[in-house]
């Protein structure tokens, strides 16, 4: 009897751990199907100058070192030490080391589009299955341009290393995309839908809203505690900080903030009391007073959320 009972335990610890590698095995997949898309940028008259806006409200926050005034990457903090390392790319258009030379324009547009790299990898953080093809052709239009901060430069900040823990993790939050060719661009004079698109695609509701784990990247305002604050952070020194909440609540977000408080917190990284905010605020210079008040507009007309956030002080 006793025996038996051992015997049950053991296979039941089997059967578990058999499942949890399975699943951990599930989890980790990390390549995926490329594309055979024939998708080719096209340049009109606005597309170089569009481009460049998108490519430095979007992509500079990551990839842009202001020291050089370059697209030549740099290390990033967000992923737990345990889990990997994690180094941007260089965009520039250096054969050796920078990357959009090697893609195709098809392979960028799938790239942006469902997260799927040129070798099948995943790379979650260029997901954004919402942004209008126009858009991304015109970023792709940027990036094979010969403008100073991409033209080519031959550095290298090292490559990225994600181990079993930190495959896990990520893939436990977000998954690719499915491809989703054919979206429109907002009508730019209506300041809510516009507003609504900008913080979709600069990615304000990823560190706004109230769990990573919770974040819709297709439809963005379906994600957990869609910019109510929460989600937790790190200053570039190592102490902790939460994404403060942006719905109109007065008490707990920033329904107090005139359009001039949130211009001035946005572009130039200073709060109303006049503190200095942690990175990234501040970043967004290149957001132009109808792009900056449309997404003050846009949050404006949110339903307000109670919703307290511990802040530095
Ligand atoms: C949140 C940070 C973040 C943002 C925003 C971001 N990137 Fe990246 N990007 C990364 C990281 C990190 C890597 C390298 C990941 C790796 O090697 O696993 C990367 C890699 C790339 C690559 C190389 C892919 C490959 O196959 O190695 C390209 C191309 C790229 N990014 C383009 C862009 C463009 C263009 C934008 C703006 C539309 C952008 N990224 C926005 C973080 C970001
Ligand atoms: C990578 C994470 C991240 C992204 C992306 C981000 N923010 Fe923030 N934001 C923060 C953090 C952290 C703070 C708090 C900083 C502090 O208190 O020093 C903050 C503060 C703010 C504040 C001040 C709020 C207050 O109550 O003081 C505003 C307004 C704001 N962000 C708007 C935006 C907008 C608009 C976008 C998109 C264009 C954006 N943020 C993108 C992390 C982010």
């Known amino acids: 009897m006793t025996h038996l009972s051992v015997m049950g335990t053991n296979r039941r610890k089997l059967v578990v751990a058999g499942i949890l590698v399975l699943l951990t095995g599930a989890g980790c997949k990390f390549y995926f199907k490329t594309t055979n898309d024939k998708f080719t940028s096209t340049r009109s008259n606005d597309s170089f100058e569009r481009g460049k806006n998108l490519a ?3 992509c500079a926050g990551c ?5 050089v005034n370059k697209f030549i990457g740099k290390p990033l903090h967000d992923l737990p030490r345990i889990a990997g390392r994690l180094v941007s790319a260089n965009l520039t258009n250096s054969t050796t080391n920078g990357i959009p030379p090697k893609y195709t324009d098809a392979d960028l547009f799938y790239l942006f589009k469902t997260g799927i790299g040129r070798s099948g990898r995943f790379l979650p953080y260029m997901m954004r299955p919402m942004m209008a093809d126009e858009d991304i052709n015109d970023i ?3 990036l094979r341009s010969n403008d100073p901060a991409i033209a080519a430069a031959d550095t ?10 930190g495959k896990f993790g990520i893939r436990l939050g977000a998954h690719p995309q499915a491809y989703n060719k054919g979206v429109q661009r907002p009508n730019e004079n209506d300041p809510v839908a516009y507003g609504r698109y900008l913080v979709a695609v600069i990615g304000c509701y990823h560190c706004h809203s109230s769990k990573v784990m919770g974040l819709n ?3 963005p305002e379906k994600s957990k505690g869609y910019l109510a604050g929460g989600i937790k952070l790190k200053t570039p020194d190592g102490k902790r900080i939460f994404g403060p909440n942006l719905t109109p609540d007065k008490e707990t977000g920033i329904g107090n903030f005139s359009n001039e408080d949130f211009r001035n917190a946005v572009r130039e990284g200073i709060t109303p009391s006049g503190r200095k905010l942690s990175p990234p605020m501040g970043q967004w210079k290149s957001l132009t007073d109808k792009q900056v008040d449309a997404i003050y507009t846009y949050l404006q007309s949110l339903h307000p959320k109670n919703h307290k956030i511990r802040r530095l002080t």
């Open 56 to 58: 430095y409200n979007i």
């Open 63 to 67: 990839h842009y070192d202001h020291k």
């Open 140 to 142: 792709i239009v940027y």
């Open 156 to 165: 290298t900040v090292g490559k990225t290393y994600i181990n079993l823990v």
């Open 217 to 219: 990247y297709a439809d």
